[in-house]
């Protein structure tokens, strides 16, 4: 079992940043790709952007290429995505997910290829 914790989220005006982190904790000896989704009210989750376990493979939504960042540190455990030039469409509730992938670089986009979860972190963007 791994147990996923997001932070960082908060209230930020139209183009600012935010830089949200994601620990991760228990079996960490395996290797993980990771992503970050989000959920705005009324709409489905969705796929914002994922890294391979080694950190060598991205993949990241058209609406916010060029915007956000995602980034890991295997030593720390830590998954981080940084937002940058935000939008209030942006607004959402944030998730880290992981999935064991073995050491391929694969990086799943659907949420139902991931196992673990976080319990979100609200981010809010004022126009």
């Known amino acids: 079992q791994v147990q996923l914790v997001e932070s960082g989220g908060g209230l930020v005006q139209a183009g600012g940043s935010l830089r949200l982190s994601c620990a991760a904790s228990?079996?960490?000896?395996?290797?993980?790709?990771m992503g970050w989704f989000r959920q705005a009210p009324g709409k489905e989750r969705e796929f914002v952007t994922g890294?391979?376990?080694?950190?060598?493979?991205?993949y990241t939504e058209d609406s916010v290429k060029g915007r956000f960042t995602i980034s890991r540190d295997n030593a720390k455990n830590m998954v981080y995505l940084q937002m940058n030039s935000l939008k209030p469409e942006d607004t959402a509730v944030y998730y880290c997910a992981g999935r064991a992938v073995g050491t391929t670089n694969w990086v799943p986009v659907a949420s139902r290829d991931y196992d673990y979860w976080g319990q979100g972190t609200q981010v809010t963007v004022s126009s």
């Open positions: 890294i391979s376990w080694d950190g060598g493979n991205t």
């Open positions: 228990g079996r960490t000896s395996s290797y993980y790709a």
